[in-house]
Structure formats: structure tokens, C-alpha cells
């Protein structure tokens, strides 16, 4: 029985996969929610969710580009509060930056995007943004309050 996996399945296959397998088992997965029949009308509705799939891809791979070369090479000001050596009470994170790139440029970006260490103490750091291929350096100044 041809079936179209709905979900990822461990050892089994990944989502909108079009497996082959004996009744008993697939009527299981069916029924589980796991997957559902392949029928004609399955197999060209699967073909048109991968298609709205792929143009979601790439309308937000272009929505990437305008934010990194918008934040490419800008520098971010973050006041936080600081001990006399310059050793930061609390680190500085990915949330942070997605907060000071909201308040520069007026742009929400996904903290998963963004590569660093968390900052512990007071200078100017680098903070790489990265999706895929595509990837900009933004400077951040951590200053005392």
C-alpha cells in the first residue's frame, strides 16, 4: 500500500515521503496520524504544498538579504550594567541583539540566525547573522550604565 508520510518518522522516512509498505503496518501509520493514503488527489495536493514550500523558501532567503544588507556593517549600542573591572552582571545573548536590531532598523530577525558567544564583559564585539549561504557582520558596543 502506497502511503505519504505526514510527518517525520525515525528509520522509517521524512515528511512528504512516498513509501511502499504492507497493509497491516500502514494502515497503522494511518491511522496514528503519521501518514495518509496516496491517492491521486493526495499525490497532486503533495505536489502543490512542496511548490507554496519552496516559494516561502525563497521569499524569506530575499527577506534575509534586504535585513543583512540593511545591518551589514552597522553598529548596535546595548547599555548594560557593569562592575567596576567591566565584567557584565548579566551576559549579553542572542535576544538581546535581536531586541537592539529591532530598535535600530525597525526589522524582527530569529535569534537562530544569529552566531556568537554570549558577551560577559564591556567593548565592542562582532556578532556574525547568518542563514544558509547568506551571511552579514554587524559591531556591537556594550557600554556600562
Known amino acids: 500500500m502506497k502511503i505519504i508520510l505526514t510527518t517525520d518518522v ?3 522516512g521524512n515528511k512528504y515521503d512516498i513509501k511502499d509498505f504492507k497493509n497491516g503496518y500502514a494502515n497503522l501509520l494511518i491511522s ?3 501518514a495518509i493514503l496516496a491517492t491521486s488527489a493526495a499525490l497532486s ?3 502543490n504544498t512542496k511548490k507554496e514550500g519552496e516559494k516561502k523558501k525563497e521569499e524569506g532567503m530575499k527577506a534575509f538579504d534586504s535585513l543583512v544588507s540593511s545591518i551589514n556593517n552597522t553598529k548596535l549600542n546595548i547599555k548594560v550594567k557593569a562592575n567596576e573591572k567591566g565584567h557584565l552582571f548579566k551576559a ?3 535576544r538581546d541583539i535581536v ?3 529591532k ?3 525597525g526589522v524582527d530577525i530569529d535569534e537562530g540566525s544569529i ?3 554570549h558577551i560577559k564583559e564591556i567593548g565592542t564585539h562582532k556578532i556574525e547573522i547568518k542563514k544558509g549561504s547568506k551571511k552579514g557582520i ?3 558596543i556594550i557600554e556600562k550604565e
Do not use: H
Request: proline share 8%.
Open 45 to 47: 495536493n503533495l505536489e
Open 138 to 140: 554587524c559591531e556591537v
Open 99 to 101: 531586541q537592539a536590531v
Open 115 to 117: 552566531v556568537m558567544e
Open 10 to 12: 525515525p528509520k522509517m
Open 103 to 105: 530598535k535600530v532598523t
Open 32 to 34: 496514528k496520524g503519521l
Open 92 to 94: 549579553v545573548g542572542p
